[in-house]
């Protein structure tokens, strides 16, 4: 299936909702391990946190891995749509030029989870962080550079 018609796919039953938590996900391009340089990650923690900064979205829990990065937010004054075109465009940009580069960072499109209970926020949120460890990366979750929640 040609990727414009998987993005468009994603876009269908779409609904943001101002004060509801979503788990997002973003994939960098051909899944490229891009962030295994936690440098060019913690451009993407920038732009996670001037979107907080700007009032679009709070993010309860978030960690940039070397090919996608996982979000928990409640979503604030925009859309999901807004919210991350405005986290991919920036980052793309900042990663970008730090790589001395042009072209796509991201895949298109994204995706979104709606939580429905109060009680799956915390257990996302630990899926989330303990991301690093499930792929290998580390073995405990504060050796890895690029994760954070709320709660700590």
């Not at 509801?20 to 973003?26: H, K, S, W």
């Not at 009032?55 to 978030?62: C, T």
């Not at 926020?121 to 899926?127: D, G, H, N, Q, T």
Request: charged content about 25%.
């Amino acid at each position: 299936m040609p990727e414009c018609l998987k993005a468009a796919d994603l876009r269908i039953g779409r609904y943001s909702e101002s004060g509801r938590v979503y788990l997002l996900t973003a994939v960098v391009d051909q899944r490229k391990p891009v962030f295994s340089d936690w440098r060019l990650g913690r451009l993407v923690v920038g732009e996670l946190h001037r979107a907080q900064e700007d009032g679009l979205a709070v993010f309860l829990a978030w960690v940039v891995m070397p090919d996608h990065l996982h979000c928990l937010v409640q979503l604030q004054d925009k859309t999901l749509g807004e919210l991350m075109c405005r986290i991919k465009s920036r980052s793309s940009l900042a990663v970008n030029q730090a790589l001395k580069r042009r072209g796509r960072l991201w895949q298109k499109g994204y995706h979104d989870r709606a939580v429905r209970r109060e009680q799956d926020v915390k257990s996302l949120a630990r899926y989330i962080v303990a991301n690093p460890i499930r792929a290998g990366l580390v073995q405990r979750v504060h050796d890895y550079p690029l994760w954070d929640a709320c709660w700590l």
